[in-house]
């Protein structure tokens, strides 16, 4: 689980990546919760999805925003971390040329910014969102949205209500071509707590699924 430092807009981020098992293998990246909230790179959410999709052989890495750790700068309302998560996707893409998809994770703040990050670069193929702040972030950006992927979310969340994903999700359900998997984990509040197996095995489950339809359709 090698250290890097990327060079971002504000100076150096500080990041964790682990490479992917063939020059080909996919890239995912990995954003985490709210700066001002204690959000980093090592939150036990953002920590699972890493491992999720390492385990699947994707080259993968999560890095701390601006201002947080020994990333440089500080915080910057979502715009600065938006390009942020920019500068680790050149840098990812950068080491890996020939990669054969692009996904992108995201929890709650995190989420936020990767579901703008998907509609600013086309090469992102999927994504999934833990938890997407729908109560307090703004995603009329996702007109059209121009990939599937899995949202997940708690039916005991007490900071982003089941009511408001619900309707992000069947927003972005009826617009052509986008199948969004929506999965709610009973029990769950907004941080997992004691359901993080649970978690583990819909993002598991969903890789596993997404990877099989890629190659299916490769071949």
């Known amino acids: 689980m090698p250290e890097v430092i990327i ?10 990546y682990i490479a992917g098992k063939g020059p080909s293998a996919p890239i995912a990246l990995m954003l985490h919760p709210h700066p ?7 939150n036990k959410i953002v920590y699972t999805l890493y491992q999720s999709f390492a385990r699947r052989g994707f080259a993968t890495l999560r890095f701390n925003f601006r201002g947080v750790g020994r990333s440089q700068g500080s915080f910057a309302r979502g715009e600065g971390e938006l390009s942020d998560a920019a500068s680790a996707l050149d840098w990812m893409q950068s080491i890996n040329p020939n ?5 992108i994770a995201g929890f709650s703040f995190g989420a936020w910014i990767g579901m703008q990050l998907l509609m ?3 090469e992102i193929t999927s994504f999934i969102s833990v938890a997407p702040p729908a109560n307090v972030y703004d995603f009329a950006f996702l007109a059209p949205c121009p990939a599937s992927g899995l949202i ?4 005991q969340d007490q900071i982003v209500p089941q009511e408001s994903v619900k309707k992000l999700v069947d927003r972005l359900s009826n617009q052509r071509g986008i199948a969004i998997d929506y999965r709610i ?3 769950a509040d907004h941080f997992f707590s ?10 598991d489950d969903y890789l596993v699924k997404a990877m099989g339809k890629r ?5």
């Not at 060079?7 to 964790?16: F, S, V």
């Not at 997940?152 to 039916?155: I, N």
């Not at 004691?194 to 993002?203: A, M, Q």
Request: include cysteine.
């Open 7 to 16: 060079n971002g807009p504000e100076g150096r981020l500080e990041g964790r």
């Open 36 to 42: 001002e909230h204690g959000g980093t790179m090592n």
């Open 99 to 103: 990669a054969s998809a692009c996904w």
């Open 120 to 122: 600013r670069r086309p």
């Open 152 to 155: 997940v979310h708690g039916d």
């Open 185 to 187: 984990i009973k029990k």
């Open 194 to 203: 004691e359901h993080i197996e649970t978690l583990t095995g819909h993002i």
């Open 215 to 219: 190659l299916a359709v490769a071949s």
